[in-house]
């Protein structure tokens, strides 16, 4: 299955079969309110390395019955680019009112929410994702739902409960433990600090 993926890269589900998919841009369930150009199939894929550091976090969970959900990893281009058309697009009051509150879209891309142009997403090596309750498959409270674009989304925002705030600390130190770093904006949104393609953008399908 990895053998039609461009050198360097696996899909997840064959290297770690039980860190759980939900990929949100493969499904109307997402903050363009449509299936994003560049995905066809609703899987994970990644840079080898990446892929093997998630395994070890992965480990580590289960012996405490937990476990990753992922919601994004490699990322086309040509989805980068649909973002921003999606810009000009007339907002959808429900998804606005789930997604972005108390911003305009232009402010999404200034403030970082959103990459104006290209996205670590698309180097491989970066992933947006969760803990959940290995027994349960519920997620771990985490304060804000994924891809809700406002300041309590912020990895170190105490406007989230005490609860979540501690959630959000247990999934950075088990990433950065593994060589991941996120970013001040998601708390979600993780990249492997040694990535092996940090300058170079793909645009291959998802599928």
Excluded at 119 to 144: P, Q
């Amino acid at each position: 299955m990895s053998d039609d993926l461009p050198y360097g890269f696996v899909y997840l589900s064959c290297a770690c079969p039980t860190i759980v998919q939900n990929i949100k841009y493969a499904t109307n369930d997402n903050f363009t309110g449509t299936i994003v150009p560049g995905y066809e199939a609703s899987v994970a894929i990644l840079t080898k390395e990446a892929v093997e550091a998630l395994n070890q976090i992965q480990q580590e969970l289960e012996a405490k019955d937990l476990g990753l959900l992922v919601w994004d990893a490699y990322r086309p281009t040509k989805a980068v680019d649909y973002f921003l058309s999606w810009e000009k697009v007339p907002d959808n009051q429900d998804i606005k009112v789930k997604y972005y509150p108390d911003y305009k879209k232009a402010e999404l891309f200034k403030i970082g929410f959103i990459a104006p142009g290209h996205s670590s997403h698309s180097r491989g090596s970066t992933v947006d994702l969760t803990i959940i309750d290995k027994n349960t498959n519920v997620a771990l409270d985490m304060g804000t739902d994924f891809d809700f674009f406002g300041k309590k989304s912020y990895t170190s925002s105490v406007e989230v409960s005490k609860q979540a705030m501690r959630n959000r600390i247990f999934l950075k130190n088990i990433m950065e433990k593994y060589g991941f770093i996120g970013i001040p904006q998601e708390w979600w949104h993780f990249t492997l600090k040694t990535e092996p393609f940090p300058d170079k953008y793909f645009n291959f399908t998802v599928r």
